[in-house]
């Protein structure tokens, strides 16, 4: 039996459903804790917004409607479940009648890329330090220089950035300090806007990338440290392999495994990083969305980015988990 | 004999009663069943006190049934009566008097000690519990005493950590801590496997002198027949949850009737190398991953399986009149 | 089990001497340990757990790794001392003129690649695999060898038993046919039928290929089905060395006498000799032979004075000041 | 001394004692010093500043800190009386760090500590109970592991006006108790298979003994490392509300500072003291524990420490 198993996707699966689920469920409930019932705030708050919108009646419909707040709490429960589900994540109260939707479909492909890239870039080149670092026949001078590299470990990202802006963007002035493109761009395949999209992109993605990879190398490192007792590492030196050969396909082919799993674990601490990130480049994406909502109190966009988000993170989540046993044979094997 | 003697003589010390064990198979563990123990059966006598082995490969339940008279497993269907009284059904009282009398030695005499004690820890953990001594000077004595009788020296050993000790240190310290609660029976859960040969005949033979002095009663886990067939009064084979053989040590192993226990002779190097490994091969180990249900678990290696072994478990039959007993449809009649 | 006395030496090792450096000063877990494999032949290497035993094959390979270093003393193995090689060469000259049979069987094999793969792993590593289709019949062959059927090599480590992947070892040590494999307690994790099983196998590897072998291990019972000859280690030395029959008959070491004596019999119930002491702690050895106090045959000068390998009759060396020559009777 | 592990390639092990040089490690100490200094500097500060000073308009605005020019023109120069500067607010940063640093390490400190408990309860009742116990808080903590809490605390605090220290760290602590579970959780499913603990059930412990008197000091290690680590996230959870200007208005916080740094342009206007300074002293304080995380994790595996740098 090879790849993934039924059992194994359908485990994954629930964990998938479960994990939205239960941020779901968590939107649904803080706003009902939360202390001099702000639902009741948020509709006279709306109200006195209705002043200046001209769809007042319709907004506060659509609100109600969407909350369903007169009817018991199990009915606005499923169909709050239901919309959700079907992705409809009701009007932003600052930007009326721009939907939610509408506003995270445009901030997510941001986000998205720079995630991605970024956390490729520093799972990437993380393994790769630590796996040079753990490694014995490395040599002493690179041993000694790469640990340099980890320096900014275990410094929040958001703060590396504002230094970064404040070294780059204001000292030198070499990289732009905010935003996702320069104005003078419009958003088209042209090397103008992707030039400006990479300029851009590179400091908050530095800021990730930065802080987060010494986390890789010090796992992958333990790792590489721990596998060159086994056995299996022995006795490919026995064999008289090539040394790249025992470094890949028997150490960091084994020492990448844990750090795959670690992967999954901290992939909604990245996101959640990654938030204030943006937020501090004002970088136009989930982030950033989510600020604004802070800021206007538009609590139907807060809810949305962060429903959005969880989704998003789980949705990460299983990619990875259904990769893993193509890494790991021993994951879905069961024997009979 | 006493009165006395004569009624505990007539209730075995240990008695196992159709035991099954079933691992995995589970909704959420999933992953294919394994039948640790089918319908196991095996008495103690309670005088004089008798070694008995039980001796398998990895895989024959052996360790699964040390679990379960030890009340660390719990089995799917039998009974363990310790005295009479069902392990599984006993009052505090009964429980507590069941903790005392029944004690064990394990495989890895590392293990055992709790690191991040002295090896009094251990001792006190005892003392405490069952009120062995009053105060501390009777405490340490018998501590002491305990560990004289496994020949060692209270100042080498008390005080330290585990990891100070040696191997043979550590496993006699353990055997010394069952000693001092005057167990009635040890399970002895491979005591030897991880030690040197020098201190296997050490440890062997502190457990002769612990069966003939103090009347101690052992069940001897083992996966080595000679040290079975030197030490043992009773033996019974093990093979994949089932009793293959059993009877007293002689019989058994010097007039083996299963095919299974043949085998396993067979495969024993003789330190002698004039007598030859003999000619009976063993069939291939990965001809083995048939799980047989119902019948013979055996079949697939067995050079002289038959129809009827697949068909189903062939009861266990009196070869004589010494307790040799064989589960094989070549003795059924 | 053959004399042979024209034979020619496969390996000579001799005077090594293995430190571990963990203290101020080094622990020596080899002393001076000079043997030769003759071509064809198994010698066995025995002793209790801390002799050395393996200490000395992983030196031979030149495997050991820190604190671990060998302090002196030379390995020949076809003529050519493997202390003195270069890391390419030494790469080059591993697996082709010395494999290795691993001691854990249970992780000797990479996790996360097939059979096939690790076995053409050590193939392409030193020769010309001629193509695929060549590469995998040799990888069928090697599998038959060991009594293994071919589609094992599309499995993982994970999907085989202890004694098949202690197997597929064997037959990736023989790969290359090196004229020397060691194979470092091949069978002590296994199962009595298992262990007989790859028992076999390696005595036909040893028939049909003519390959000599040094078997390390702790079961004098093994030692006497599958060897030629015995070396008896104890605390990094060794204490004895002789043809497998002699040494079983007529051991002249106390050591090796008690060695045998204490492995239970299965056919004969005889009193248990328990022996005092136990093995020896290498940071603190005592002056003289290391094995005095534990010897019931000990004398003063046994106290005093080491006593060096010394012939003490046809093929059999003995490193005791009162040899037990009155057993000496062949 | 070195100490390894000889037991690969020599027969017996020589005895590991892990407790010998627990405090030699210099990654520990390091880390211990830049914490202690920490701490020093703030209960110093409370006995020889002013700290009323960290008040709005208290002092002059905008000033830079004793020893560097103005950024640019309209700036004062440099006071002696506020030798850190001050912000555009008018309040003093040496008062600000002095009363910010404490409040971020507490909040830090009460949500570790909640989730710490909680944590190894759950952990030790789902590695030792095992089955249907297990399975279920084995799920309940890798689902809310997977869920980005920083996001779902700002819904949180979006909804609630005004926060108090301890009610933050109340909040932090709603997510900081998963991460404990798991490593727990896997390591008492590694210890509970010990034979010590078989031993302990022969000797009549019941369950909870054992838990407690023989699992938990064996534990310790992991225990610590993982708090360091944990207080460690939960302030940075904490600055990270903070500087989207969800934590605490009433009381000062490094993270607070940071906000209303962003929001009054510090970085353009070139008044990098003010967000520059508390990012510092946040930064000493992860860098320590930082060094601590990863002492301890040499203590628990030593093998680590022989590996790679040697």
Redesign the interface.
Known sequence: MRGITKGYLIKRLTMLVLTVWLGLTLMFIIPRLAPGDPVAAMVSRLSAQAGRVEQSEQMIQAWQERFGLDAPMYVQYFRYLGNSFRFRLGYSMAYFPTTVEEMVMRAMPWTLGLLTIATLMSFTVGIAIGALIGWRPTPRVVRTLLPVSLCFTSIPPFMLGILLIYVFAFGFRVLPFAGAYARGVSPAFSWAFVSSVIQHGTLPAAAVVLTSMGHWALGMRAMMITNAGEDYMVLAQAKGLRPGRVFWMYGVRNAILPQVTALALSIGVIAGGSIIVEYIFTYPGMGYLLYQGIVNNDYPLIQGVVFVLICGVAVAVFIIDLLYPFIDPRITYERG | MTTASEKTANTPLLEVRDAVKVYGGGFLSGGRRVHALREVSLSLDATPARITAVAGESGSGKSTLAGAVLGFVQLDAGHVLFEGQDVAAMSRNQRFNYRRSVQAIFQDPYAVFNPFFHTDHLFNLVMRRFGIAKGRKAARARIVEALETVGLRSDDVLGKHPHQLSGGQRQRIMIARACMMAPKLIVADEPVSMVDASLRSTILDIMLRLRDDNNISFLYITHDLSTAYQICDDIHIFYQGAQVESGPVDAVLGNAKHPYTQLLIASIPEPDPTRGWGTQLPPDDENNDRDIINGCPFYPRCPKRMEQCVAHLPARVSLDDTGHQVACHLFVK | ?SNRTTAAAVCEVRNLTVH?D??ATPVV?ANEVSFDVYEGETLGLVG????????TA?AM?R??????RVAGGSVNIAGVDIMRLRPAA???????NI??I???AM???????RIEKQLA??IA??ADTGGRQALRARIGELLEMV???ADVRRL?P????G??KQRV?VA?AVALNPPLVIADEPTSAL???????V??SLIRIKETLGIAMVLIG?????????TDRVAVMYAGRIMEIAP??IL?KAPLHPYTQ???D??????V??P????P???PD??NLPPGCPFEP?CPKAITICRGETPALKACGEKQYAACHVPNTNRNNI | MKEVDLSIHQDTPPPRRPRDYAWLNGKLIAGAALLLAVLLFVLLGRLFWDVTLARVASCPLNLPPVGFDAPGPGFEPSQSAHPLGTESSGRDMLALLITGTPNSLLIGIIAAAIGIVVGTMLGMTAGFLGGWVDAVIRICSDAVITIPSLAVLIVISSYVSEIDIKSMGLLLALFAWPGATRVIRAQVLSLRERGYVQMARLSGASTPEILICELLPNLLPFLAATFTASVSGNILAATGLEALGLGPSRVPTLGMTIFYAIRGAAILRGMWWWWGLPILMLMIIFIGLFLIAIGLDELVNPRLRSGGDA
């Open positions: 089990m571990y963990v203290s877990a209790e757990s801390g002799c050395g035993k393996s200490t992983m390979l495997l050991l790794q820190t604190p671990g030494l790469r080059d000259f591993r697996w082709r494999a290795l691993p001691q854990g992780n000797a094999l990479n996790p996360v690649m792993d050590a590593a030193h009594g293994l059927p993982y994970h999907e085989l038993s004694g098949m070892c990736m199962d009595v039928v298992v262990q007989r099983l028992a076999q702790h079961d004098m019972g093994l030692m006497a089905q599958l497998t029959d079983f008690q060695l045998i204490s492995v239970p019999s299965i056919r119930k005889k248990l000799r328990v022996f002491g136990g093995p290498l940071r534990r």
